[in-house]
């Protein structure tokens, strides 16, 4: 009788262990495309051209989930679908530069110094969300940067490195989600990172016009490059009682004098590339970000 309670409570525990675990993805490798204009589709049919989600270009970096028949399961720059091996050179180790920036899964994640749980923490990040450029993988294991520049390897479980849209292309919103929810949602995952004048990458931080420019290009959407002309030239005009998220907030002394922009989540507040001293960071719309508010354009 205890014997069979052990067993019982083991098998309680075992399944209460496998309901916790995240259900993100693992990764088995990396792989880099070796053709021109190679398709990444939605399924390995290839009778069809109606399952292309885009044309990869060569030395485009992939993250791979599976080996199948033939072809590879793979994660392009957030988007998930199918390439032939035939124009995918795989490797269980590959380094490659990788546009989607990812986000921690939970709270408490460990930062490795190696793709073992054997290696030393070399950081913990506590906050579930917490921005990570890839930059690698190791089997299992990706190899990441985080906002402070704090480098090593993470789980890939434990990491969000695709999009959460499961729709054809990376730019696009799921069906519950408005297409400025969705740019918000983007540009969160950079909050604290680097101030760079001139900036408009992770690799190199931000400036302001820069964020906008990067988070928008996520999405195909496509901004002139500085503040100014954000404002005289893109997207259509809103007032600020109109205000919705993914809306590029504009100040300076004038419509012919803006020097700042920021992307507005919702709740009386935006994120923005601030400055040297504080990075991308949130701030309430009160004080300068009032008086100074010269208007918003809708670009999506």
């Not at 049919?45 to 485009?60: F, P, Q, V």
């Not at 999009?163 to 989600?177: L, R």
């Not at 998220?245 to 919702?266: E, K, N, Q, R, T």
């Amino acid at each position: 009788m205890k014997t069979k309670w052990i067993r019982a409570a083991a098998a309680f525990v075992l399944a209460a262990v496998l309901m916790a675990a995240p259900c993100c993805a693992v990764t088995i490798g990396g792989a880099t495309v070796t053709g021109s204009s190679v398709r990444l589709r939605t399924s390995t049919d290839t009778s069809s051209n109606a399952n292309i989600l885009t044309e990869m270009a060569k030395g485009t970096f992939l993250l791979v989930e599976e080996k199948l028949d033939g072809w590879y399961k793979v994660v392009c720059n957030g988007t998930e679908g199918y390439v032939s091996a035939d124009f995918a050179d795989f490797s269980e180790n590959a380094a490659g530069t990788y546009s989607f920036v990812a986000a921690t899964g939970g709270t408490s994640v460990n930062l490795r110094a190696g793709a073992s749980t054997a290696t030393a923490v070399v950081k913990n990040l506590k906050a579930s969300g917490t921005g990570l450029t890839v930059t690698g993988v190791s089997g299992q294991w990706l190899a990441v940067t985080d906002a402070a520049g704090a480098s090593g390897y993470i789980r890939s479980d434990l990491v969000r490195y695709k999009s959460a849209d499961p729709a054809p292309g990376a730019g696009s919103a799921p069906a519950n989600q408005s297409a400025g929810d969705a740019l918000v949602q983007t540009a969160m995952l950079y909050k604290g990172y680097a101030y760079c004048w001139g900036g408009m990458s992770p690799a190199t931080g931000f400036d302001c016009s820069g964020l906008a420019n990067y988070v928008c290009s996520q999405h195909d959407i496509s901004l002139h490059r500085v503040a100014q002309d954000i404002y005289s030239y893109d997207g259509v005009y809103v007032g600020w009682n109109d205000l919705q998220p993914g809306d590029i907030l504009c100040f300076g002394y004038g419509p012919y004098s803006v020097g700042h922009v920021g992307i507005y989540i919702g709740s009386g507040q935006m994120i923005h590339a601030s400055t040297y001293s504080t990075g991308v960071i949130i701030s309430d719309l009160s004080g300068y970000y009032t008086t100074n508010f010269v208007g918003a354009k809708r670009v999506v």
